[in-house]
């Protein structure tokens, strides 16, 4: 028998742990995502240091052998192959969460992650790593397309933002355990670690709220209001009978056939504008050296702080970007979304100028260039880094949520792959001061034209954000019920 809740005596606490207890089966899913995103900076320093006399670990010492250390070019793909496969993973989760729902589709990349960190940790050569790593990174783009919107869609318009911005700070937080692993753990061993913690998400994803919004997007009526009630309580049922009115008014658009809804979409404004702001932010965000931090910290922090410095180093900035993420969530409360696109985005312009400048006059080492690092990871980790993605389970109206996010973080994962994979290739002929002051300039200039054409979402419903990008309702006409043709239901 079908479970049903009245929402009548349950209280706004009662109801926000349920938001949240529901949050948190994707949220893991991102924890593993900062564990698969921060293990290059583990793998590799060890990998090109395997065989030598002053070897860190002697754990799994009879497995070493098996992996000498590798060229600078199989370096940029260990580092890349992760990336590589998630916009791919992103395309596919597009059509996984409209087809088999937001819960079912984050369950879905649980066991493909246990198989890609059991294929690293017990990897005979560098092919079985990297196709590991790629089977990671698959998943890493299931569940950056599917997070946001299962987030969104189950979450009150007053938690939306903090348990949005969540992503960040569980990305971070998973950043922070691989690397603290890598420090005291041999690579292969941190990857045994990982794989338990695949089986206990999986096992905490169960327990999760399907989106009301989907099942009602599949006439599941009688399930969507349980679950609408369950997780908003009767306080909120005129917008849970909004959500539903929509959706008879747009069952005459279903009827057209396949082609016709992809051409309709695709020509739409409620679809071409969100993605294209999202595009830029993701390359802003993406261009402006956040991931190339996380993915060669330890590289990088050598050449400043010298070997025996870099692993403590490392875990600074770790803890650092994990005390933002979790200000960024007090702040994303209090402060508005293009505010802090504008902190966050000139902050970190300033922070790689600052850090290219001493790279260049090779002064202040190494307290200069490792202050500017912890201050590019402050300010990015602000809003650079989190914004893009609450916003892709915001800006897209709930019929081109599927597709939307998925094109969207698609994109965001490609530009990943390309600075990630590009990155050791112009620290050798840009020198790293150059390269930090290309990130400066794509952080500068990105910043100015997202402060122009950002949308503010901060307390507001998803239906009220859609109509920013109706052109022909003013913002008085909140009651309005004429349907334009290429309007979507939300």
Known sequence: MERTFDGTNDSELKLRVRQLLTALGPLLGVFLVG?????????????????????????????????????????????????????????????????????????????????????????P????????????????GLLGAVAPIYIAETSSPVLRGILLNMIILTLSFGILAVHALGTWLHWRTTAYVCIAFAVVSSLICIASTESPIWLI??????????????LRGWKSLDEYRALENSKIQGRRLE????????????????FLWPLGLLYLFFFTAQFSGYNVVIYYSVDLLMEVTGPENAHVGTLVLDVVRLITSIITCYLMKKRN????????????????????????????????????????????????????????????????????????????????FAVVKIAPGMFVSLQQYGTFAIYGVVALFGTCILYLTLPETKDKTLQEIERFFDKKTKASDVKRTEHFDDRPTI
């Open 35 to 123: 564990l698969s995103s921060g293990y290059s900076a583990v793998l590799l320093p060890q990998l090109k240091s395997s065989g030598s006399s002053n070897e860190r670990n002697s754990t799994s010492s009879e497995n070493e052998s098996d992996i000498m250390g590798p060229t600078t070019e199989e370096v940029s793909w260990i580092a890349a192959s992760a990336v590589l496969p998630t916009a791919p993973g992103c395309w596919l989760a597009g059509l996984m969460i409209e087809k088999l729902g937001r819960k079912k589709s984050t369950m879905l990349a649980y066991p493909l992650f246990l198989v890609g960190w059991a294929m690293i940790g017990f990897a």
């Open 125 to 140: 050569g560098i092919a079985c790593l990297l196709v590991g790593r790629m089977m990671c990174g698959l998943c890493c």
């Open 217 to 230: 997007n599949k006439g599941l009526t009688d399930q969507a209001r349980a679950a609408w009630l369950h």
């Open 255 to 270: 009827k057209r056939s396949m082609c016709s809804k992809l051409r309709k979409t695709l020509s739409s404004r409620y």
């Open 337 to 416: 979304r293009r505010t802090m696109s504008l902190v966050s985005g000139f902050g970190s312009a300033a922070a790689m100028f600052l850090l290219s400048l001493s790279r260049f006059l090779q002064v202040g080492k190494p307290w200069f260039p490792v202050v500017s690092l912890v201050l590019y990871v402050v300010f990015s980790t602000m809003g650079l880094l989190p914004l893009p993605w609450m916003l892709s389970g915001e800006l897209f109206p709930r019929k081109f949520k599927g597709l939307g996010s998925g094109l969207a973080s698609g994109f965001a994962f490609i530009c990943n």
